[in-house]
T-cell receptor, first 115, second 116 residues
């Protein structure tokens, strides 16, 4: 079974630009979560999508947005990039069903550098 | 609000030593889940274990063991006879039950270095 894939793996942007990151979950998984990892703030939850709907949201400004497609693939977008957005962005997929935790499988991440 | 504290920022030991990584959590939920993840230099988070709040049994998996104590809100992780391949950053995490179950709150991580 193929794992979680994220594209691109590395990205360099300049301040003020916009960026879109992609995540393809494990086949059959309907939940996709996004996390930001920085040296200062650590690992922080951005949002979770399940069946094309945002089900959970973290504490990030509106510049961070996401969506999920009918095939469960997800994209996250960051507009008006700031230097502080430089981070490793991790995507996790899970079955997402029921009112209990389903194990999350993480992708390798996208390393975003904002200059 | 939920919070996870990993007080040990870095630990360095010599191979074959036992090492314990500490994790203390805060939550007002009665139903919650606790996790440990390993992050090798490649960056991908690797799931190690999950515990729910109603299961305080300790667990052993090979050289790994976990001690969950609700009375002290701790979920510590011990590696016995450490190996160089255990070198990584280890994260403790917490999530609530119900619809918020997929939202993980992570500790700051402990960087473990095993020296040959």
């Amino acid at each position: 079974k193929a794992g979680v894939t994220q594209t691109p793996r590395y990205l360099i942007k300049t301040r003020g630009q916009q960026v879109t990151l992609s995540c393809s979950p494990i086949s059959g998984h309907r939940s996709v979560s996004w996390y930001q990892q920085t040296p200062g703030q650590g690992l922080q939850f951005l949002f979770e999508y399940f069946s094309e709907t945002q089900r959970n949201k973290g504490n990030f400004p509106g510049r961070f947005s996401g969506r999920q497609f009918s095939n469960s693939r997800s994209e996250m977008n960051v507009s008006t990039l700031e230097l502080g957005d430089s981070a490793l962005y991790l995507c996790a997929s899970s079955l997402g069903q029921g009112a209990y935790f389903n194990e999350q499988f993480f992708g390798p991440g996208t390393r975003l550098t904002v200059l | 609000a939920q919070k996870v504290t990993q007080a040990q920022t870095e630990i360095s030991v010599v191979e074959k030593e036992d090492v314990t990584l500490d994790c203390v959590y805060e939550t007002r939920d009665t139903t919650y889940y606790l996790f440990w993840y390993k992050q090798p230099p490649s960056g991908e988070l690797v799931f190690l274990i999950r515990r729910n709040s109603f299961d305080e049994q300790n667990e052993i998996s090979g050289r790994y063991s976990w001690n969950f104590q609700k009375s002290t809100s701790s979920f510590n992780f011990t590696i016995t006879a450490s190996q160089v391949v255990d070198s990584a950053v280890y994260f403790c995490a917490l999530s609530r039950g119900g619809q918020g179950a997929q939202k993980l709150v992570f500790g700051q991580g402990t960087r473990l270095t095993i020296n040959p």
